[in-house]
């Protein structure tokens, strides 16, 4: 019997193509390593002040809480997910190469936007698609996973090395050069279609109302409204500070290296501690980490120690997402689930941080925005304590 069960897994792990999934997260995330460091240096290059580059990240955010919707209800209707996410891919090059021409506030935000739309097309199919093909073995996802992750740090460190000599102008140049990589990795992958029929027959709104179902939703929520001043305004707040582009990039892949440890352990760690613990402690870590770097980021030797709580508050928190997601939305809904989870985070959560965060920045150039960071995770810290099940 054991011995049977051990070639059916090895089957299953011979069936799985780790190398060609792995790949694309490598350029997917390896393109977020420009823009999540970069952008708001590239914008405010661009002669973009603080309150208008929170608008226009914000702008990003909010059509990212439609869009993946919209995607992942087409995936789940179609069964063409890699189709989809190929187009989103296309159209994504189309409208940024216009970058290049653009200078006015308007016009920046009508590109953004439409990029966002359809850059919502991409990871939330991929996931599906990577979960499927790894079926009930979830714990493996963070294995696969973990190159996105490599990708981010390569990129991060490379362009901060780059921009001490380039124009940070020409991060576009980079991002495209990306987006064709991100489409070649995925003519190499064939979507899987092995979805469960677990809740198959209920509705998607009676799935979503469901209090545990919230209550996580809320938490993940304000973990991200807590990233939204790092992701806009972290490389600017730094450079106020005094760091230099190149050591701004270390900073940024010392925090993505902590996340990859944790993902090498992360199914070591799901062996011992529950989801739930795991979940709680992640935004508690998050509130420490926002909090104490407005007051101490000028201590190098401090902040490299906060920069290694990434390995929490995005590491973990982003596996344990990925655990209930797929648990609470299977079968027809695991798409719409996705996408779900995607636009109320990364979209709306991700919208209302960068456009606080820009509101607040000309406070006192990011303390008092970083502290309401902390604030943000801290209460996603309760909401999960008290509602959130195992």
Not at 309 to 330: D, E, W
């Amino acid at each position: 019997m054991d011995s049977s069960r051990s070639m059916d897994a090895q089957s299953h792990e011979s069936t799985v193509p780790y190398w060609r999934l792995s790949s694309f997260y490598f350029f997917y995330f390896a393109l977020l390593g420009c823009i999540s460091p970069y952008w708001g240096l590239f914008l405010d290059a661009r002669g973009f002040d603080a309150q208008a580059i929170g608008e226009l990240m914000a702008l990003f955010g909010l059509v990212r809480i439609l869009a993946p919707n919209v995607w992942g209800a087409l995936g789940d209707y179609t069964g063409r997910r890699m189709a989809l996410l190929r187009l989103g891919c296309l159209m994504c090059a189309l409208i940024f190469v216009n970058i290049f021409w653009v200078s006015e506030f308007w016009l920046m935000a009508l590109i953004m936007v439409g990029y966002g739309f359809f850059w919502a097309a991409v990871l939330p199919q991929f996931e599906v698609v990577t979960l499927n093909y790894l079926r009930d073995r979830t714990d493996d996802y963070s294995k696969i996973r973990i190159w996105g992750s490599i990708g981010f740090v390569a990129f991060v460190v490379l362009l901060g090395i780059l921009f001490d000599y380039l124009s940070v102008l020409t991060l576009p140049v980079f991002m495209l050069i990306l987006l064709g990589a991100i489409f070649v990795s995925s003519l190499t992958i064939q979507g899987s279609e092995l979805a469960h029929d677990n809740d198959a027959g209920a509705g998607f709104l009676n799935l979503v109302m469901r209090p545990h179902v919230i209550a996580f939703l809320v938490a993940a929520f304000l973990m991200q409204v807590s990233h939204g001043a790092y992701y806009t305004f972290f490389s600017l707040f730094l450079a106020e500070v005094g760091y230099s582009k190149s050591m701004i990039g270390l900073l940024w892949a010392v925090g993505v290296l902590a996340e990859v440890a944790v993902f090498m352990v992360a199914h070591r760690i799901f062996a011992q501690v529950s989801y739930r613990h795991v979940l709680i402690l992640s935004l508690i870590l998050a509130a420490i980490r926002w909090s104490a770097t407005a007051y101490l980021a000028g201590h190098l030797a401090v902040l490299l120690v906060l920069q290694l709580l990434h390995a929490a508050t995005f590491g973990t928190m982003h596996a344990v997402s990925m655990h209930y997601i797929h648990r609470y939305f299977q079968g027809r809904h695991q798409g719409q689930g996705q996408a779900l989870s995607s636009s109320l985070t990364y979209g709306a959560g991700g919208a209302v941080g960068a456009i606080l965060s820009g509101y607040l920045w000309g406070i006192d150039q990011g303390v008092t925005m970083l502290v309401a960071s902390g604030l943000s995770a801290f209460i996603g810290a309760l909401v999960a304590w008290r509602w959130v099940i195992r």
